[in-house]
């Protein structure tokens, strides 16, 4: 089956940090740019991470810029979202998300990817 899978969330205390991963399953992320966005109860989706197999550099929505790091890694065909300084507003479900790109893709409403969708992990921020 052809999936995306995202692991790594669970409960922390503000200040702390997570490593989230999302493994690709029944194909490679190469040739894809990866992507991580959240949505918290009551609020819109936002998009938070992109990474593609581009030179050009990764992308970071001002939220999370400078507290996150998106990383791969091409042998376990993975991708990371390193999550420190969690905040309490960081709560959110995480979903990761592909799309077969060379770049990370853009719409009016942010960052779009679209092929393939995770069931979304969970990341709660205690203060």
């Known amino acids: 089956e052809v999936q995306v899978v995202e692991s790594g969330g669970g409960l922390v205390q503000a200040g702390g940090s997570l490593r989230l991963s999302c493994a690709a399953s029944?194909?490679?992320?190469?040739?894809?740019?990866i992507g991580w966005f959240r949505q918290a109860p009551g609020k819109e989706r936002e998009g938070l991470s992109c990474?593609?197999?581009?030179?050009?550099?990764?992308y970071y929505a001002d939220s999370v810029k400078g507290r996150f790091t998106i990383s791969s890694d091409s042998d376990k065909n993975t991708v990371y979202l390193q999550m420190n300084s969690l905040k309490p507003e960081d709560t959110a479900v995480y979903y990761c998300?592909?799309?077969?790109?060379?770049?990370?893709?853009?719409?009016?409403?942010?960052?779009?990817?679209?092929?393939?969708w995770g069931q979304g992990t969970q990341v709660t921020v205690s203060s």
């Open positions: 029944g194909f490679t992320f190469d040739g894809y740019a």
């Open positions: 990474i593609s197999t581009n030179d050009g550099s990764p």
């Open positions: 998300a592909a799309e077969r790109s060379p770049e990370c893709l853009f719409s009016y409403y942010g960052l779009t990817l679209r092929d393939y």
